[in-house]
C-alpha cells in the first residue's frame, strides 16, 4: 500500500465518559497510587482511532513499534467529563537503513469536550514499522 | 522561586515489568498488541521475550514526576503543560526499571525537568521531557 497517499485518512469519531473505575484501574496499573489526578498518560487510552486506522492502512499490530509520544494540555481532564476524540493519520516517512527500512506513522488525536470545537488535549504517536509493508 | 537549573532529580526505581504487570496494564489501557503478552507472537516481531509497553514505563516516569513534585511541595496550582517521551530502548520482561533526571528550565509560571528512566542493563529506554505550567 502507498501509505504516503493516505496522509490526511481520519478515523471516525469516538466518544468515552471518564470513568472513575476505568481511571483508578489504569492509574493502578502504571503504579500511579495519587486519586485526586487523573495519570498525564491516561489519553493513551484514547487510542479507537489509531487501531481503526492501522486496520484501515493494512498495518498489522504486531509490528508496530512505539517511536515518540507527545501529549499537548490545553486543561485537565476530570472524572465524569464527556469527550469525543478523532484521529488523523497525520504523516508518514521512510528511512532507508542499512539493513531493513523503516517506516515512520505519525498519528494525531484531537481529545474534545462532547459538542466543543476546540481540543482540550492533544496527542501526537510517532510508530515504526521495520521491514518491508505491504 | 526555589528551583535552579541543574538540579538533579535522583533515580529511584519505580516497578518491574512482571508478567502479571504487563497483563492488567493490557487490559486497563485497552491496547490488545500480543507482543507484550504473548511469547510467540514477540518472537514473530523478532523480539527476544515479551516486552513492556512504552506507555506502560511512561507511565512509571510519570510516576516518578508526581513524586517529585510532592516531595517539592508544587500543588494543585501546577499542572501538565505538555509532555514528550522518546521510546530508546525496550524494557525486556522482568526488568526493574529507574527514573531519576534534572530541571532544565524554571521560572514563575514554568517547569521543564528531563526525566530517564533505565532498564538495567544501564540502556535509556525512554528520554522525557516534562513542562509544568502554574494555573491562576
Redesign the interface.
Known amino acids: 500500500m502507498d501509505l504516503k497517499s493516505k496522509i490526511g485518512t481520519r478515523s471516525k469519531i469516538y466518544s468515552e465518559i471518564l470513568d472513575a473505575a476505568?481511571v483508578t484501574?489504569?492509574a493502578?496499573?502504571?503504579?500511579?497510587p495519587?486519586n485526586?489526578?487523573i495519570?498525564?498518560?491516561y489519553p493513551?487510552?484514547f487510542?479507537?482511532g489509531e487501531?481503526e486506522l492501522f486496520d484501515q492502512l493494512q498495518v498489522p499490530?504486531?509490528?508496530?513499534?512505539?517511536?515518540?509520544?507527545?501529549?499537548?494540555?490545553t486543561?485537565?481532564l476530570r472524572v465524569g467529563q464527556a469527550l469525543e476524540y478523532e484521529t488523523i493519520f497525520a504523516d508518514y516517512h521512510e528511512k532507508k537503513g542499512s539493513k531493513e527500512s523503516l517506516h515512520f506513522l505519525i498519528f494525531e488525536t484531537q481529545v474534545r469536550s462532547a459538542g466543543a470545537e476546540t481540543a482540550l488535549l492533544i496527542t501526537r504517536s510517532t510508530m515504526i514499522i521495520?521491514g518491508t509493508l505491504g | 522561586m526555589k528551583f535552579t537549573v541543574g538540579q538533579a532529580i535522583p533515580q529511584e526505581v519505580i516497578a518491574t515489568a512482571t508478567r502479571e504487570v504487563l497483563k492488567e496494564y493490557s487490559e486497563a489501557s485497552g491496547d490488545p498488541n500480543p507482543i507484550h503478552l504473548d511469547e510467540a507472537a514477540a518472537k514473530k516481531a523478532g523480539l527476544p521475550t515479551i516486552i513492556a509497553h512504552g506507555m506502560l514505563v511512561a507511565g512509571w516516569v510519570s510516576e516518578r514526576a508526581r513524586r517529585w513534585m510532592l516531595r517539592e511541595g508544587l500543588d494543585s496550582h501546577w499542572g501538565w503543560a505538555g509532555i514528550r517521551f522518546r521510546f530508546r530502548a525496550m524494557t525486556l520482561l522482568n526488568d526493574a526499571i529507574a527514573v531519576g533526571g534534572q530541571i532544565k528550565e524554571a521560572d514563575d509560571q514554568h517547569l521543564v525537568i528531563e526525566l530517564d528512566a533505565k532498564n538495567p542493563r544501564g540502556e535509556i529506554v525512554i528520554h522525557a521531557t516534562l513542562t509544568l505550567q502554574k494555573r491562576n
Open positions: 476505568k484501574r489504569f493502578q496499573a502504571v503504579a500511579y495519587d485526586q489526578t495519570p498525564p498518560t493513551t487510552r487510542r479507537s487501531f499490530l504486531w509490528r508496530v513499534l512505539h517511536g515518540e509520544q507527545e501529549y499537548e494540555y486543561s485537565d521495520r
